[in-house]
């Protein structure tokens, strides 16, 4: 792929398309057509659960591994793929919640993590171009400089090796850095083909484009099926699906929420210095470099926003060359893409039993971006929780917990959040007609006095879809970017035709019939 540089006049890329997934495609797997009986199902194949996946077959289970599309093609497959204990500022608040005993629990389960990924991509001999590099996060503001204090205090107190310094490697002006040796980052998508192919070889199956359905039967053995009908019987179910497939009344859409961001791989005119690089100010800016082609180029991530709640997206991505621009010169872009992350209340992920009543359902999820080690602890201690191993991250997971604060606080405020977008969205008053779409065009539109989704394909065909969410009825909105319907109030994402892209959401958007 070589997009067009830059997307400057308002034009929309091209489909965007991961630099990770398009330079190490994994492979494909047909989807499940036959009853099954396994020790392990493991729903959802991204980093958790190839991981989880990989470690329960070395011990010689029955695993299967379900994916509802394309393995690795979710989040795993478009991160920017820092491999850092360094998660935004994070210590000194998860101090103030959770006391420094479990904030100090935090940072080894993610520094067993990184430590893990090394080791394994070394004795499997993956070569997944790991480079260790400094982290940084930086501040450009008085007010944000008197932040990273905070944190550099909390560092302290939980002994984190990291530094203060007043300038970065890179040509921006800062008013400190917090710096953080002997972090790294990789190649997401070969380490994962790496672990995938262990699993496979150890007689692990895998099924994708094979969605499960929303209920499981809990018993001596467990039962789910498959959208379509196929039953899987197995000891324990584990959800590393975003989203969990199944609720199991945990309340999940209540706790978690979505958020979209972007990411350019741009080949810079000034020489990038080394390092990985995150702005604790907004618009905040992710920056780390990349080998593409045997040139050196930067990846650059930023332009969050809540799913199904933002700007035509073309502007994330000219808002972000803006920045590559002034910063290093662009000679090219080779890539753009984006990534949905979800997010919990409290920020710390949900690993564990899906609720106290379910002790053979299992979930994780809400990595809040930084995946690529929390996704490895999920996989670690649910490994140890699924073989009855003590571990000491188990209370700090625990999807059944709540903090008062900030939980209550954030707990109102998405679910206020979410009534608004319901309410909203069908009070929206929409007067556009399918003659005005033009080519690669999608939009709400009305058609015989009623709302439906319209998009108008490249070749002119029109896809038209009913645009409320089949989760729990708020009313999507188109992204031109990703060319999906995404639904502002959980995060559900369906594709042009009405075909689910992301959960909660199980069924399509019905589609919609119209001969004029
Ligand atoms: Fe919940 Fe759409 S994702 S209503």
Known sequence: MNADHPSAEGKIPESPQSYWIESAPPSSFPPLNENIDVDYAIVGAGITGITLAYLLAEKGHRVALFEANQIIHGTTGNT?????????????ELIKNFGVDQALLYYKANNEAMKFIQRTAADLHIDCEWSEEDAYLYAQTAESASKLELEYKAYEKLGIPGELVQNIPLPIEVCAALRLSGQAQFHPVKFMNGLLAHFVKAGGRVYEHTRIDGKVEQGDRQKIWTMDGKQITCRHVIASSHFPFYDGLGLYFTRLHA?????????????YPGGMYLSVDEPKRSLRSVTINGEQMVLIGGETHK???????????????????????IQDIPYRWSAQDLLTLDKVPYIGPITASHPNVWVATGYKKWGMTTGIAAALLLKDQLMGQENPYTELFTPSRFKPDPGIK????????????LIGGKLEAVSRKADSLGLDEGSVIQINGKRAGAYRDTEGKLHLVDTTCTHMGCEVKWNNGDRSWDC???????????EVLEGPALQPLPTIDYDG
């Open 80 to 92: 920017t793929a820092k491999i850092t204990v360094q998660h935004d500022l994070i210590y000194d």
């Open 259 to 271: 958020e979209r961001s972007y990411i350019i791989a741009m080949k810079p005119i000034a020489d």
């Open 307 to 329: 799913t199904g709640q933002g700007e035509p997206t073309y502007e994330y991505y000219q808002n972000l060359e803006r920045f590559g621009e002034q910063t290093f010169g």
């Open 410 to 421: 954030n707990l109102i405020v998405e679910n206020f959040d979410v009534a608004k977008q």
């Open 488 to 498: 502002p109030c959980h995060g559900s994402r369906f594709n042009f035709k009405g």
